[in-house]
């Protein structure tokens, strides 16, 4: 089977295998549900069940997310649905935001898809850094540092970029004496307007 169908499946067994995990006293029965699911039962699925129950109890602990995330994906998917249960909708956000496996990924946002039409308020999605190409680096403004002279001098010129153009300083340190700003303007787009600051 393929990895797309792998997911299928274990989004479809996850209540039954939820069930598994949580209720001892009603295996067999679970089991069948689980199977009657088309779940993913594989030579390790009994000692996996066997820790994933133990995890169970460890819900509140602050690595509980880290120890899901080396779980199979079947197992994965119960977690998601025991989360949904518990309306710990902060801690599938987090799992979208952090989690490096793309099916995991896919999953909790189909979750949080349909909680949202359900109008439950589910937290946004982490704004990402800002990130600028290879090619961007040669128009960025510089800031640049001389080394000390031997009077104990060194210059700075400190530039930032501004919606106006580029806003800049000059300053010149002496390690005896420490920092003087020289001079501060901004650069416009069509020349430069000068001005102590």
């Known amino acids: 089977m393929s990895i797309l169908d792998d997911q299928k499946r274990a989004r479809r067994g996850a209540k039954a295998l939820l069930r598994l995990l949580e209720e ?16 993913i039962i ?20 602050e690595d509980f997310l880290t120890k899901t ?4 994906l079947a197992f994965q998917e119960a977690f998601m649905q025991f989360i949904i249960s518990r309306e710990r909708y902060d801690l599938l956000a987090r799992v979208r ?4 496996n793309k099916d995991v990924v896919k999953s909790v946002k189909q979750h949080l898809h349909a909680l949202k ?44 970029d501004q919606p106006a153009g580029i806003r800049a300083m000059h300053v010149i340190e ?11 303007f901004t650069v416009e787009a069509q020349g430069y307007d000068q001005g102590n600051s």
């Open 24 to 39: 001892k006293k009603n295996f067999d029965e679970n089991l069948d549900a689980y199977t009657a699911a088309d779940g």
């Open 42 to 61: 594989d030579a390790d699925f009994l000692p996996t069940l066997d820790r994933a129950r133990l995890l169970l109890k460890e819900f509140d602990a």
């Open 69 to 72: 995330a080396s779980l199979p």
């Open 97 to 100: 935001d952090t989690s490096a």
């Open 117 to 160: 039409s359900k109008g439950v308020h589910v937290p946004e999605q982490k704004q990402k850094g800002w990130k600028h190409a290879i090619e961007d680096e040669k128009t960025r403004t510089p800031n640049l540092v001389t080394s000390f002279d031997y009077h104990g001098y060194r210059m700075i010129f400190f530039s930032q």
């Open 174 to 184: 002496r390690d005896t004496e420490g920092i003087s700003v020289r001079a501060g």
